[in-house]
């Protein structure tokens, strides 16, 4: 049972194999002589010597001794591969929560309670591993751009569909989706609020609610993504806020807007771009326009997208838990996943259409 398990784990040699062979060998000796025919024909046996003994017990030990390290580094293996499993659903599960609620946001119909605000917080630290081989880490920030010198031409990923490009106006440039762009980062604690209108449904009205999503403290657990929920909030300050668990051990929470709004920055002028921050009632009209528009026309409240990158802790223990991080060289093992919705609202405008697409 032992000599089949142990090369499967990678831990028992041909050394091993070779001592197992001898400890047999040893014993066929051993019985050969105890049954061989002594002097007048009569069958004699001798006692084990202490010898013997010794090195049948050495070679035992050693037998032992390596099925259990194979046996230990099976058990960390799977736990490993759990843990990151583990933190690979957390993580899609809250990627996949926060775009559904993005991609249906809708206008109020009331002005004053119209918001979309993007916060961007950049935390001093990471996760302490050179991502992308450069010999640093967490050097580059989630913004869109090359911050630490590492993109090339060789770098841009762009799908090519006959005559057409994904991203056309940004081949050559350094972008998100490229590689060596926002691959080693330090984490943040973003934060997103907008207001889901109130809506009336069959024999009930729903109120009008603010949804924030940040990166906080529940229960006196710190690293827990939450989703706050206001119902009918004031236009001015804060009501009573509801505070539900999205993922634990969520050490990072990032997200970019699509700006389609004339006040885009990026390394094309005149196109859309990624912005680390939004806020809707700062965009003005008539001073704000759609990229590509005439003077006077409205801008978009709303972003034409949202990428989202949730980090989420792959330790297996508690974040909270955890020595000599982030403060120190030991790194942290993490899973992270993003994605990149689109706001309906915004991409279905005809303003998007006329002058944004082209």
């Not at 350094?174 to 590689?179: Q, T």
């Not at 209108?197 to 906080?216: F, N, Q, S, V």
């Amino acid at each position: 049972m032992f000599l089949v398990g142990a090369p499967r784990a990678g831990h028992c040699t041909n050394s091993d194999n070779f001592w197992v062979t001898t400890l047999i060998l040893l014993m066929l000796s051993r019985h050969n002589r105890s049954h061989r025919s002594a002097p007048g024909g009569r069958g004699a046996s001798r006692a084990i010597t202490l010898l013997e003994l010794l090195v049948a017990l050495t070679i035992a030990l050693i037998f032992v001794g390596s099925v259990s390290v194979a046996f230990v580094q099976i058990i960390r293996a799977s736990n490993r591969a759990t843990s990151e499993a583990r933190a690979n659903a957390s993580a899609r599960a809250a990627v996949d929560k926060i775009a559904r609620e993005i991609r249906l946001v809708v206008m109020d119909s009331n002005p004053s309670y119209q918001q979309f605000v993007l916060q961007d917080v950049t935390l001093p630290y990471g996760n302490n591993v050179d991502e992308d081989g450069d010999g640093a880490f967490d050097e580059d920030l989630i913004n869109g751009v090359d911050n630490d010198g590492g993109w090339n031409v060789a770098a841009d990923r762009h799908v090519v569909v006959g005559s057409r490009s994904e991203r056309p106006d940004y081949v050559g440039f350094p972008d998100l989706g490229d590689a060596m762009v926002d691959e080693d980062f330090p984490f943040s604690r973003d934060r997103l609020s907008f207001i889901r209108p109130a809506r009336i449904m069959p024999l009930e009205i729903l109120p009008r609610e603010r949804i924030t999503y940040r990166i906080g403290t529940f229960d006196g657990q710190d690293f827990v993504l939450l989703r706050d929920v206001e119902e009918n909030p004031p236009v001015v300050g804060t009501g009573t806020v509801a505070s539900e668990p999205v993922v634990f051990d969520a050490v990072s929470l990032d997200m970019l807007a699509w700006n389609a709004n004339d006040n885009a920055v990026g390394p094309v002028p005149g196109r859309p771009y990624w912005q680390s921050s939004w806020d809707a009632s700062t965009i003005a009209f008539p001073a704000v326009r759609p990229i590509g528009a005439p003077f006077g026309v409205p801008p978009f409240k709303f972003p034409a997208a949202m990428y989202i990158s949730v980090t989420v802790s792959a330790e297996g223990i508690p974040v909270n838990e955890i020595g000599g991080w982030p403060v120190g060289s030991r790194p942290l093992k993490t899973v992270t996943l993003s994605t990149v919705v689109n706001i309906e609202r915004t991409i279905q405008d005809s303003r998007y259409f006329f002058y944004v697409r082209p």
